[in-house]
Nanobody, 114 residues
Framework: QVQLVESGGGLVQAGESLRLSCAAS????????MGWYRQAPGKPRELVAT??????IYADSVKGRCTISRDNGKNVVYLEMNGLNPEDTAVYYC?????????WGQGTQVTVSS
């Protein structure tokens, strides 16, 4: 059974940083596309970043401020976010995709105050 568990969210002030983690189990982690998405109140879920074995892909809204990385040995994908602003406030979801899989975590809340 695929399980994705996000952690690392919280309340921060604008300009501060957070590092989110997603621990995966029940999946061949190393061959999956892993990604982070976010959903702000009243808005649709949107891509933040994805990573496979190649070059990471970032949404325009976070380019230059975020870094996605993965540790295949630990089955963990990270999202480091710097220079946070209130527009980054959202529930952040981990996603595993590929070869018939499309699995989501339950999300971790990131709240950025002005």
């Amino acid at each position: 059974q695929v399980q994705l568990v996000e952690s690392g969210g919280g309340l921060v002030q604008a300009g501060e940083s957070l590092r989110l983690s997603c621990a995966a189990s029940g999946v061949d982690f190393s061959i999956r596309f892993m990604g982070w998405y976010r959903q702000a109140p009243g808005k649709p879920r949107e891509l933040v970043a994805t990573i496979s074995g190649g070059t990471p892909i970032y949404a325009d809204s976070v380019k230059g401020r975020c870094t996605i990385s993965r540790d295949n040995g630990k089955n963990v994908v990270y999202l480091e976010m710097n220079g946070l602003n209130p527009e980054d406030t959202a529930v952040y979801y981990c996603n595993a995709f590929g070869n018939g899989l499309n699995s989501w975590g339950q999300g971790t809340q990131v709240t950025v105050s002005s």
